[in-house]
């Protein structure tokens, strides 16, 4: 058959010096499905874990209502779903079963009612045991977390249940509603499956519902799973970092598997939307000419064709050159991702300064990504930046609202090239 996937792959120059040391080589790998898989449509096995603690009461539990009712509306009969809230105890609303009855299952969210505390791992542990009785690789099998506030008392419990979930290949989205939950446990429960975060500002029930919405599409658009990325380097080249570049900024956890390999899970593509890895080498120096520094392979899974272990590559080759006219000539696609992925480091960098009390470091970093955002025409988030650190220059602490803004919304930056 055709390969179900391709692998483009850029650098940021194409020739580098001759110098007398090292250098830093940015490589951009696409990865997307071809027209091979474009027809696979895999059945879903999805969980709703829906936060209706007191604090939900309102416009906030109204909207959740409605997104979810809108999510249910999008399966057929093949899908299986389950609906769990959760406040201080837990209830299944509804056991997984086939998306059979739209109509009842839209009744029993309009059931829904806001009491209590919050306490998420009861809500995940039954999310997980529902889940678990259609669990196949033959599903797309997700669980879709929401909440407004903290959990009390339980994180160790929710990123354990974020491991087994993980280990199962049951991938969290954990959405934030407002601006008083947790987003450091939201981000680890996400790292922990193989899922994602996001920040749903309150009081715009429009970005709930497209939330909900993309959520599900984007598992029904699945057609690749256990998509693993492999770099293996020639000698003295060395790794510095691995990001994903898209559809989401994301610093991705690399394992060396030895001196030269480095290995970077990727998890699930969809036909609509492919990956984008930015990965940056530190490259030695060499005499003019071509060579070749690295070799990429993605390693995948397409169980709609019971296929396994299927593997595309690609060569990465860079040229060295005396000449200084060539050597500054850049590739503007990949220095543009390089942009926006720095942008979104250099908040990141300046929250984790601010949290250790390293106020100058911090207001430096975010005043420079204000100016990237700015230049990039982010207007809004670049406004976001410059309050933040006013406030830090002033002595006060980093609003809930600004660091969740721009903790979450950076990481989308990458998407709007595709606008």
């Not at 951009?28 to 874990?49: D, Q, S, W, Y």
Request: hydrophobic share 45%.
């Amino acid at each position: 058959m055709a390969e179900a996937l391709t692998l483009h792959v850029q650098t940021n120059k194409a020739y580098f010096p001759v110098t007398g040391g090292q250098q830093l080589a940015y490589i951009l790998m696409e990865v997307r499905a071809t027209e091979a898989i474009a027809h696979i449509k895999m059945p879903l096995n999805f969980g709703l874990v829906l936060d209706h603690s007191g604090s939900m009461s309102g416009s906030k539990l109204d909207n959740m209502k409605a997104a979810a009712k809108l999510a249910v509306q999008q399966m057929g009969p093949q899908d299986l779903v389950s609906i769990i809230i959760f406040d201080d105890k837990v209830k299944v609303m509804a056991p997984a079963q086939p998306v059979a009855d739209v109509t009842a299952l839209q009744a029993t969210i309009d059931s829904i009612r806001a009491a209590g505390g919050t306490q998420m791992s009861l809500g995940l542990r039954a999310g997980l045991e529902e889940l678990r009785k259609g669990l196949t690789a033959q599903r797309v099998n997700r669980i879709l977390l929401l909440t407004d506030g903290e959990t009390y008392g339980d994180e160790p419990k929710c990123l354990a249940l974020a491991g087994e979930a993980g280990q199962q290949q049951i991938a969290i989205t954990a959405l934030g509603l407002g601006n008083e939950w947790n987003e450091k446990l939201l981000d680890q429960i996400a790292q922990a499956s193989g899922g994602g975060a996001d920040f749903i500002p309150d009081g715009k029930p429009d970005v709930i519902l497209d939330t909900f919405q993309q959520q599900v599409w984007a598992a029904q658009a699945t057609v690749v799973q256990n998509a693993q990325l492999v770099l293996r380097l020639v000698p003295g080249v060395l790794p510095r970092a691995v990001w994903r570049a898209a559809p989401l900024i994301e610093k991705l956890d690399h394992r060396v598997l030895s001196d030269r390999d480095v290995q970077v899970p990727l998890g699930d593509l969809n036909r609509d939307q492919g990956q984008s890895v930015l990965a940056e080498l530190l490259v030695p120096s060499r005499q003019p000419g071509a060579y070749r520094i690295a070799q990429a392979e993605v390693i995948y899974d397409v169980p709609g064709m019971q296929l396994r272990g299927e593997r595309v590559r690609s060569d990465i080759l860079i040229n060295f050159t005396p000449d200084l006219a060539l050597a500054q000539q850049s590739n503007p696609h990949v220095l543009n991702i390089v942009e926006r992925v720095t942008a979104h480091k250099l908040q990141t960098k300046a929250l984790e300064e601010a949290a250790v009390g390293n106020i100058v470091a911090a207001t430096q970093k975010l005043r420079a990504a204000a100016t990237r955002l700015l230049e990039m025409g982010e207007t809004d988030l670049a406004q976001t930046a410059e309050a933040e650190t006013q406030r830090l220059e002033r002595g006060e602490q980093l609003s809930s609202s600004g660091t969740k803004k721009l903790r979450y919304e950076t990481r989308k930056l990458t998407q709007k090239l595709d606008d």
